[in-house]
């Protein structure tokens, strides 16, 4: 079989692939990956860290722990009624895939002023 020329498959037909470059779990996956490294968290825990901080609200809590108060705890949501197991695993099956490409020196640069806020005590 004959390899096929370069017009050939530049017109091949069907959906193009997808470009993740402007995805919104980008930015998430690269505070998630700053958290792991500034603060040693787990992938998921860091995960769900960084969809607290760009994507959720807050909530009324789904669970109350015993001894708990009203209006002392916070709970989170997020939009579209989501669940944070469902998103935190579309998030690392992207990453998984190599279709979501955090930028290291984003991941760097997060990283440090994460180390710089636990190292300073107010």
Same mark, same amino acid.
């Given at each position: 079989?004959?390899r096929?020329?370069?017009?050939?498959?530049?017109r091949?037909?069907g959906?193009?692939?997808?470009?993740?470059?402007d995805?919104a779990d980008l930015?998430v @996956?690269e505070? #998630?990956f700053?958290?792991?490294?500034?603060? $040693?968290?787990?992938?998921r825990?860091?995960i769900?860290? &960084? =969809?607290?901080?760009?994507? @959720?609200?807050s #909530?009324?809590?789904?669970k109350?722990p015993r $001894?708990g108060?009203?209006?002392?705890l916070?709970?989170? &949501? =997020?939009?579209?009624?989501?669940s944070?197991?469902?998103r935190?695993r579309?998030?690392?099956?992207?990453?998984e895939t190599g279709?979501l490409?955090?930028? &290291?020196?984003c991941?760097r640069?997060?990283a440090r002023?994460?180390?710089l806020?636990?190292?300073?005590?107010?």
């Amino acid at each position: 079989m004959t390899r096929a020329s370069a017009a050939r498959i530049a017109r091949r037909r069907g959906r193009p692939a997808r470009d993740y470059s402007d995805d919104a779990d980008l930015l998430v @996956a690269e505070t #998630a990956f700053a958290l792991e490294l500034a603060w $040693g968290l787990s992938e998921r825990t860091a995960i769900d860290w &960084a =969809l607290v901080i760009h994507q @959720a609200e807050s #909530a009324a809590p789904t669970k109350m722990p015993r $001894g708990g108060k009203v209006g002392v705890l916070l709970g989170h &949501a =997020l939009p579209h009624q989501a669940s944070f197991h469902s998103r935190n695993r579309d998030i690392r099956r992207k990453l998984e895939t190599g279709k979501l490409r955090p930028d &290291a020196q984003c991941v760097r640069a997060i990283a440090r002023l994460l180390r710089l806020i636990r190292t300073i005590r107010v």
